[in-house]
């Protein structure tokens, strides 16, 4: 009998992630084709690194009384498929099979609603600032491992999905580092990174 491939995945959850069930979540709608990964950056509260008030927030567990900046969050219901912490440690909240709900109003590739085809990546961060080795190493192996079970044929910021809307994660983030690490085709980028 011939033995099964593992390929880390149990059906859309990564078996190298921890898992914390986000219930901020959807069906795909019929015909959605997963072929864009979007990177976004959190914080919470801005500029705090180590917590677990993403992990919380996701989970609609955040204590919006707990700092003054998080006030405004209360009653938000968003997740994203994964969260990044600054050592590299990785978070899943939503099956990739559904759809998690992190771009709101956006647009990419001629596509409206990006979350119906998109996969949601949190880097633990504040825009404009820089994110950590560990980060990029941990964001790679992960878009390796989505590119093999899914048609990603994208890579771009929120800021790219949603531009004027959002601004993450920002210029702190190295394009050219994850296009280097990454080996993919520049055609899969943002234009505007292509150059860098």
């Given at each position: 009998m011939a033995e099964e491939l593992d390929d880390g995945w149990q059906g859309g959850w990564y078996r190298f992630a921890r898992h914390l069930r986000s219930p901020n979540f959807g069906p795909r709608p019929a015909g959605a084709q997963v072929d864009l990964i979007v990177v976004h950056s959190i914080s919470l509260p801005p500029?705090?690194?180590?917590?677990?008030e993403v992990q919380q927030f996701f989970a609609n567990r955040l204590d919006c009384s707990a700092h003054p900046s998080l006030a405004s969050l209360r009653g938000v219901k968003v997740s994203a498929h994964f969260y990044v912490r600054r050592d590299g440690e990785l978070w899943q909240f939503v099956s990739c099979d559904?759809?998690?709900?992190?771009?709101?109003?956006?647009?990419?590739?001629?596509?409206?609603?990006?979350?119906?085809d998109s996969i949601g990546i949190e880097l633990e961060g504040l825009e404009g600032e820089r994110f950590e080795p560990p980060q990029y190493d941990a964001l790679v192996a992960l878009c390796h491992a989505l590119a093999q079970r899914y048609a990603i044929a994208y890579i771009a910021g929120h800021e790219d999905i949603a531009p004027g809307r959002k601004r993450d994660p920002g210029k702190g983030f190295d394009w050219r580092e994850m296009r280097q690490q990454l080996g993919w085709d520049v055609?899969?980028?943002?234009?505007?990174?292509?150059?860098d």
């Open positions: 500029g705090r690194y180590g917590g677990d559904d759809r998690a709900w992190h771009a709101g109003v956006s647009t990419w590739r001629g596509r409206s609603n990006c979350n119906d055609a899969m980028f943002p234009q505007r990174v292509v150059g």
